[in-house]
């Protein structure tokens, strides 16, 4: 029971993003999935003629985007919920935020150097 500790007033808004990439993903991981079996069937030059075509490299980086905030959300209300220490639990939250920053950003920058690339 949480007497008189009042409202945390983020968790609507955690709520409704964390529904709203889930909403995204729904539509981008079965396209992504079959995709990538259909870019596998063939060799590498196949595999990057394909992610260098503008609507797949658009919705690569869709789907990083929106998996990746999607797991920050995620591992943000594990890390609130079960992380008892302010201190662990404030460098865990930053940690967080910046490995799917990284990770994204990886992935975008990967796949833009294949699409830009392409056109040389």
Same mark, same amino acid.
């Given at each position: ?20 990439? $889930? !909403?995204? +993903? @729904? ?12 870019? #596998?069937?063939?060799? &590498? ?11 797949? $490299? !658009?919705? +690569? @980086? ?12 995620? #591992?943000?209300?594990? &890390? ?15 940690l ?9 950003v ?7 150097? &294949?699409?830009?690339?392409?056109g040389?």
């Amino acid at each position: 029971m949480a007497r008189g500790l009042g409202s945390a007033k983020s968790g609507t808004e955690t709520h409704i993003r964390q529904r709203v990439s $889930a !909403i995204a +993903l @729904i539509f981008l991981v079965p396209w992504f999935v079959y995709s990538i079996i259909n870019a #596998m069937s063939g060799n &590498i030059v196949d595999a990057q003629a394909w992610a260098a075509k503008p609507w797949n $490299a !658009i919705l +690569l @980086i869709l789907t990083a985007g929106a998996a990746f905030f999607h797991m920050r959300i995620g #591992m943000q209300v594990v &890390i609130e919920d079960y992380i008892a220490k302010t201190g662990t639990k404030s460098a865990l939250l930053i940690l967080n935020s910046f490995a799917c920053i990284a990770l994204f950003v990886t992935v975008a920058l990967s796949v833009l150097k &294949i699409w830009i690339g392409a056109g040389v």
